[in-house]
């Protein structure tokens, strides 16, 4: 099997999801004997399509623009048996870059009007390629691909054989210590392998693929810490990120959003405990974490049978959460209380980040 791996995000790395996706969808099809030629668009010299049908007309079949496109890009998608197109979700659809892939496909029909099943339509050049699409979003309901769901089927009909969409796709990059995160990884190698061997994704993969990673509670209040840091500092997120800037947590929802974000669910192991934090001052409430079978577990409000209890001010705990003091100074002080198993407590930070 020949396949085209088209990857239109402009990000690279671990920042981008789209491609930390793809990487695992193509190891499974290498894995099976396919050939797979990945394609970064943002890598690539291709022009827009600027309506001038030559490709129709003049010289039939092939792009009158001499750019990579033209010379390296469409021969490969004409010969391919499966083309997955990997684009990052820009306002609910597939981003400008992939579009202008695909508009620049248009050799592959031909001028002539057709009706077919009452539609009018181009007749093909050749047959295309079968096509996966494969998308992340930072969102975590599943319908945020409604729109982009909708155009590729309309697009590709029959040719389209699997969709692979995954919201929440932040997380991946959590992938080297969540195991839920991990497991999303090694679902996508294999639906790869199954690609190759059957060309389609069965579906307890999928749902593998789209497994909950943390719904809106979970991330939103990190999320929105993060970037109302990077509003504070005047800084970018690839700054954020570069720099390693400290968060500090503002609330208590942010605080578990934090804990949550920075588990290490691989080196849980078999830790069993229950902590209840009793929060006064600036942010007053009580919330919890739960550790059990390498899952963490956070709520705002009190849990049964906690192991630790920890009585503090809320700035003083984001001032041990955040380096800025010393936890063991600060209880010799008297400045916060805990109560318990303090053995405990000592595994637990090695669970975090």
Known sequence: MKVLAVNSSPRVGTVSKTEIMLKALVEGMREKGAHVDVVNLHKKKINYCVGCFTCWTKTPGRCAQKDDMTNEIFPLYLDCDVCVLATPLYHFTLNAEMKKFIERTLPIVEPFFVERDGITSHPLRQEPPQTVVLSGAGFPEDSVFDQLRSYCRFLFGESLIAEIYRPNAEMLARAGSNVDAADVLAALTQAGRELVESQQVKEDT??????????????????????????????????????????????????????????????????????????????????????????????????????????????????????EADPTTLLKEGKYRVSGDMMLMGRLRGLFR
């Not at 609330?251 to 804990?259: D, H, Q, R, T, W």
């Not at 849980?268 to 550790?291: H, M, N, P, T, W």
């Not at 709520?299 to 984001?318: N, S, Y």
Request: net charge negative.
């Open 206 to 323: 999928l749902q593998r693929i789209t497994q909950s990673l943390g719904g809106f509670e979970a991330m939103a209040p990190l999320t929105n810490l993060v970037w109302r840091t990077c509003i504070d500092q005047g800084i970018t997120v690839g700054e954020f990120r570069k720099k390693r800037v400290r968060l500090r947590p503002d609330s208590i929802e942010s605080f578990l959003g934090m804990l949550q974000y920075g588990f290490k669910s691989k080196a849980a192991g078999e830790v069993s405990a229950k902590i209840q934090y009793r929060f006064s001052g600036e942010v007053e409430g009580d919330c919890y974490l739960a550790v059990e079978s390498g899952k963490l577990r956070t709520g705002v409000g009190t849990a049964e049978d906690a192991d630790v209890m920890i009585e503090t001010p809320f700035e003083i705990w984001m001032d041990i959460l955040t380096g």
